[in-house]
Antibody, heavy 123, light 114 residues
């Protein structure tokens, strides 16, 4: 059974870079069947998709974050990572990683998700 | 990025049926969109429940009870999550999502089981 686990600093200073890693177990980030996503959720608010990376290394980002975000893949460690630069208090949120997949049975979906990690932007 | 509109809250009693709506913006037709539904319990991650395109094109995720289903209201341009025989364990936030090119979520509805 595939599991995802986020890790990284829980506190980041304003204007600095947020860096998180998602470790995948029970599946391979190199599998052509999946793509790998980051999503965030400010406290008490809704979900915002940040971006995704394919096994080929190709990426797509939310246009509202595209100028500040990058997602990378480390196949040797079966991980993928998020970097968000020039952060402000508005970037304070719980950050989730999730597997993306598409099939005829259930369409396009994000499943499963990691437990999430809270990142606070504060000096 | 389209904005999907969901009521902030809804409530119903155990055993009743809850219907949670998700209204699509005008440039997206519910008749031409897959609508995905996620459940998020307090302190946990979202969980994929099901998708709905039409009565003949829909799917329920593995392990999700058949009490969960979906439909649509074409006149309102809205997708509807239907939870029958409500149980206390169904109390959660529910998010709809569409995927035109990238995932876009609604603001979520908090369902309270009284």
């Amino acid at each position: 059974q595939v599991q995802l686990q986020e890790s990284g600093p829980g506190l980041v200073k304003p204007s600095h870079t947020l860096s998180l890693t998602c470790t995948v177990s029970g599946d391979s980030v190199s599998s052509d069947s999946y793509f790998w996503n980051w999503i965030r959720q400010p406290a008490g608010k809704g979900l915002q998709w940040i971006g995704r990376i394919y096994p080929s290394g190709g990426t797509n980002y939310n246009p509202s974050l595209e100028s500040r975000v990058s997602i990378s893949l480390d196949t040797s460690k079966n991980q993928f990572s998020l970097r968000l630069k020039s952060v402000t208090a508005a970037d304070t949120a719980t950050y989730f990683c999730a597997r993306g997949l598409v099939d005829s049975a259930l369409g396009e979906r994000l499943d499963p998700w990691g437990q999430g990690t809270l990142v606070t932007v504060s000096s | 990025q389209p904005v999907l509109t969901q009521p902030r809250s809804s409530s119903a009693s155990p055993g009743e049926t809850a219907r949670l709506t998700c209204t699509l913006p005008g440039d997206f037709s519910v008749g031409a969109s897959n609508i995905y539904w996620y459940q998020q319990k307090a302190g946990g991650p979202p969980r994929f429940l099901l998708y709905y395109y039409s009565d003949s094109d829909k799917g329920l995720a593995s392990g999700v009870p058949s009490r969960f289903s979906a439909s649509r209201d074409v006149s309102a341009n809205a997708g509807i999550l239907v939870i029958s025989d409500l149980q206390s364990d169904d109390e959660a936030d529910y998010y709809c999502m569409i995927w035109p090119t990238d995932p876009v979520f609604g603001g979520g509805t908090t369902l309270t089981v009284l």
